[in-house]
């Protein structure tokens, strides 16, 4: 079945996700949900918008997540599908324009080189514990709540002093953000914050894969052109 084929009416993906009507109606209102119309106007709902429906229901009803909050994972997941399908096609892409000597050149070539990684400033651990929580405008014990829920983990010095970097800060305010001024639950906090990871960890991967498909092209020309001069 096509899970994007438009086929239940209101009523009948209301009874599927076990929500009301006007639940539905208040969904594609906040723009969580799309259904598609008929020729006549009425609502028609995909598998997909069923799938995403009781996924909102396990965030709301499981998890206790408000409405900003699902927004939020909802737009991030988005974000990471729309991204694995641009990796994907980037991908096949590459793969076509070497073509048959795909395979051979993959089992000739060498990993790159990787370059010494050289530690950003940012993740340097400078304060301690009372100055970030100062920075970040939070109690000391709301810090040490967000570690153990690992939303957080600053690094300890040899003496086992937590040492917070700028980047853990700037986690932070974007779990204060979050909680303060969206209400989202730490349930909901943990969702985005692990969502986030996902996001910068593919893209990671899609520009390392993109990188080594490149070099394998470029080898490949290199190839072709020595070939070239040798018949010439």
Same mark, same amino acid.
């Given at each position: 079945? !096509?899970? !994007?084929?438009?086929?239940?009416?209101?009523?009948?993906?209301?009874?599927?996700?076990?929500?009301?009507?006007?639940?539905?109606?208040?969904?594609?209102?906040?723009?969580?949900?799309?259904?598609?119309?008929?020729?006549?106007?009425?609502?028609?709902?995909?598998?997909? !918008?069923?799938?995403?429906?009781?996924?909102?229901?396990?965030?709301?009803?499981?998890?206790?997540?408000?409405?900003?909050?699902?927004?939020?994972?909802?737009?991030?997941?988005?974000?990471?599908?729309?991204?694995?399908?641009?990796?994907?096609?980037?991908?096949?892409?590459?793969?076509?324009?070497?073509? !048959?000597?795909?395979?051979?050149?993959?089992?000739?070539?060498?990993?790159?080189?990787?370059?010494?990684?050289?530690?950003?400033?940012?993740?340097?651990?400078?304060?301690?514990?009372?100055?970030?929580?100062?920075?970040?405008?939070?109690?000391?014990?709301?810090?040490?709540?967000?570690?153990?829920?690992?939303?957080?983990?600053?690094?300890?010095?040899?003496?086992?002093?937590?040492?917070?970097?700028?980047?853990?800060?700037?986690?932070?305010?974007?779990?204060?953000?979050?909680?303060?001024?969206?209400?989202?639950?730490?349930?909901?906090?943990?969702?985005?914050?692990?969502?986030?990871?996902?996001?910068?960890?593919?893209?990671?991967?899609?520009?390392?894969?993109?990188?080594?498909?490149?070099?394998?092209?470029?080898?490949?020309?290199?190839?072709?052109?020595?070939?070239?001069?040798?018949?010439?």
């Amino acid at each position: 079945m !096509d899970k !994007d084929r438009p086929v239940y009416v209101i009523s009948v993906a209301a009874e599927l996700v076990e929500m009301h009507p006007q639940t539905l109606r208040l969904y594609e209102r906040k723009g969580l949900i799309k259904p598609k119309r008929s020729s006549g106007k009425t609502r028609l709902y995909s598998e997909r !918008d069923i799938e995403k429906l009781r996924e909102i229901r396990r965030l709301t009803q499981e998890l206790g997540v408000n409405l900003a909050g699902v927004e939020e994972i909802m737009r991030l997941r988005a974000e990471l599908e729309a991204l694995q399908a641009r990796f994907e096609q980037e991908v096949a892409r590459l793969k076509r324009e070497l073509g !048959d000597r795909f395979q051979e050149l993959e089992r000739k070539a060498l990993p790159p080189p990787k370059e010494a990684e050289k530690p950003s400033p940012k993740d340097r651990p400078v304060y301690v514990i009372s100055v970030a929580a100062e920075l970040v405008e939070m109690h000391p014990q709301t810090l040490r709540l967000y570690e153990r829920k690992g939303l957080i983990k600053p690094k300890r010095s040899s003496g086992k002093t937590r040492l917070y970097s700028e980047r853990d800060i700037e986690k932070l305010r974007e779990i204060r953000r979050l909680t303060q001024e969206l209400g989202v639950n730490l349930a909901g906090v943990e969702e985005i914050m692990r969502l986030r990871a996902e996001l910068e960890a593919l893209q990671a991967r899609f520009e390392a894969e993109v990188t080594r498909l490149k070099l394998l092209l470029l080898e490949e020309g290199k190839a072709l052109a020595e070939e070239g001069s040798m018949g010439a």
